[in-house]
């Protein structure tokens, strides 16, 4: 880095820290927007200006103080989470000043980042958001989840909760593009429902206006259903353990309708229908399929450059509005990826 370069670069940043952890519902008093300084740029790092960051839903269960497969968030301390953003300087060879990369250190303006924690972003392929959502994590939690843990083949019909969610969304039009014979998504407004299905869902039902288990056996039909892809839990993965057919594949990606509950989740009540159906229930972490990321970009590059695949965001905008959009997302606010635009 040049002296003149040093002089124009940030010693400090905005940040969002922890300042107490939420029981049940996080609220605003939680988070405190915060300056702390930047430290030293060593060799092998960069300097990255953040341009998006991601929320998600796990992030509620980092929250708490809890042995998980997570570390907790540590209070007082800036939260972290996906970020992509422009390299504002560099002392790595393989990073220069105007890479966009995507990194873990969200949830700031600023972040020093050792260079192995950063994978550029091909911001000739789609804009730098897309590399949080449709080609990041988001994209390869669907593809692995459907395809590597659920175990998807041609003619399948599958079942999709939170389907108009960032993962879910993907998921049904992943399946759609590799020849599912049915796509059934839950959401959770008559605006989401009719999104899903001009995303190419066979059939879309809002779980606030019946009992789920009722609208999924009519929209699941007499064949049933072979793959549930499960973002939320309790009665929705009670209602397919009803629907799905002898040898059905269950993928466990969340279970976000209990992150905010305080009591332990009543459903699902008929788990041993598991037994008489030979079903599979396999929980995954996104992490641990990594090894699949290039097989996943190549084919999604494919499907966003045809039409198979498209993708939805929700962005709000300012650093310290990132605490709202998280408990909107809760809340389901968010249609697709919810994004922060610093």
């Given at each position: 880095?040049?002296?003149?370069?040093?002089?124009a670069?940030?010693?400090?940043?905005?940040?969002?820290?922890?300042?107490?952890r939420?029981?049940?519902?996080?609220?605003?008093?939680?988070?405190?927007?915060?300056?702390?300084?930047?430290?030293?740029?060593?060799?092998?790092?960069?300097?990255?200006?953040?341009?998006?960051?991601?929320?998600?839903?796990?992030?509620?269960?980092?929250?708490?103080?809890?042995?998980?497969?997570?570390?907790?968030?540590?209070?007082?301390?800036?939260?972290?989470?996906?970020?992509?953003?422009?390299?504002?300087?560099?002392r790595?060879?393989?990073?220069?000043?105007?890479?966009?990369?995507?990194?873990?250190?969200?949830?700031?303006?600023?972040?020093?980042?050792?260079?192995?924690?950063?994978?550029?972003?091909?911001?000739?392929?789609?804009p730098?958001?897309?590399?949080?959502?449709?080609?990041?994590?988001?994209?390869?939690?669907?593809?692995?989840?459907?395809?590597?843990?659920?175990?998807?083949?041609?003619?399948?019909?599958?079942?999709?909760?939170?389907?108009?969610?960032?993962?879910?969304?993907?998921?049904?039009?992943?399946?759609?593009?590799?020849?599912?014979?049915?796509?059934?998504?839950?959401?959770?407004?008559?605006?989401?429902?009719?999104?899903?299905?001009?995303l190419?869902?066979?059939?879309?039902?809002?779980?606030?206006?019946?009992?789920?288990?009722?609208?999924?056996?009519?929209?699941?039909?007499?064949?049933?259903?072979?793959?549930?892809?499960?973002?939320?839990?309790?009665?929705?993965?009670?209602?397919?353990?009803?629907?799905?057919?002898?040898?059905?594949?269950?993928?466990?990606?969340?279970?976000?309708?209990?992150?905010?509950?305080?009591?332990?989740?009543?459903?699902p009540?008929?788990?041993?229908?598991?037994?008489?159906?030979?079903?599979?229930?396999?929980?995954?972490?996104?992490?641990?399929y990594?090894?699949?990321?290039?097989?996943?970009?190549?084919?999604?590059a494919?499907?966003?450059?045809?039409?198979?695949?498209?993708?939805?965001?929700?962005?709000?905008?300012?650093?310290?509005?990132?605490?709202?959009?998280?408990?909107?997302?809760?809340?389901?606010?968010?249609?697709?990826?919810?994004?922060?635009?610093?």
């Amino acid at each position: 880095m040049s002296g003149s370069q040093d002089r124009a670069l940030p010693a400090v940043t905005r940040e969002i820290q922890l300042a107490s952890r939420p029981v049940g519902r996080p609220a605003p008093e939680n988070f405190r927007l915060a300056e702390s300084p930047l430290p030293e740029l060593r060799d092998g790092q960069v300097l990255v200006r953040n341009q998006f960051i991601s929320v998600d839903p796990y992030m509620r269960g980092r929250m708490n103080d809890a042995k998980s497969y997570s570390a907790p968030f540590a209070l007082d301390k800036a939260l972290d989470g996906g970020a992509v953003g422009e390299v504002i300087a560099s002392r790595a060879a393989d990073r220069k000043v105007g890479d966009a990369v995507v990194h873990h250190l969200g949830w700031r303006e600023y972040a020093v980042v050792d260079v192995s924690a950063t994978t550029p972003a091909r911001t000739d392929l789609a804009p730098a958001s897309a590399f949080l959502g449709a080609l990041g994590m988001t994209g390869l939690t669907a593809y692995a989840g459907l395809l590597k843990v659920a175990g998807f083949k041609a003619g399948d019909a599958v079942f999709v909760s939170g389907a108009a969610g960032a993962v879910g969304s993907l998921v049904g039009q992943i399946a759609k593009a590799m020849g599912a014979s049915r796509v059934i998504g839950s959401a959770g407004s008559p605006e989401k429902v009719a999104r899903l299905l001009e995303l190419g869902f066979d059939a879309a039902f809002n779980y606030r206006d019946a009992p789920v288990r009722d609208q999924l056996k009519a929209a699941a039909g007499e064949t049933g259903i072979d793959v549930y892809f499960d973002n939320v839990g309790g009665d929705h993965l009670e209602a397919a353990l009803s629907v799905l057919n002898v040898g059905g594949r269950v993928a466990m990606c969340g279970a976000i309708a209990q992150y905010n509950s305080t009591e332990p989740p009543a459903a699902p009540r008929n788990l041993a229908l598991a037994i008489g159906k030979q079903l599979t229930l396999r929980g995954f972490l996104v992490g641990s399929y990594r090894q699949y990321a290039g097989e996943f970009a190549e084919h999604m590059a494919g499907w966003l450059a045809d039409g198979s695949v498209s993708y939805d965001e929700t962005v709000v905008d300012g650093l310290e509005n990132a605490p709202q959009a998280f408990i909107d997302l809760l809340d389901g606010a968010n249609t697709g990826k919810m994004l922060v635009r610093i």
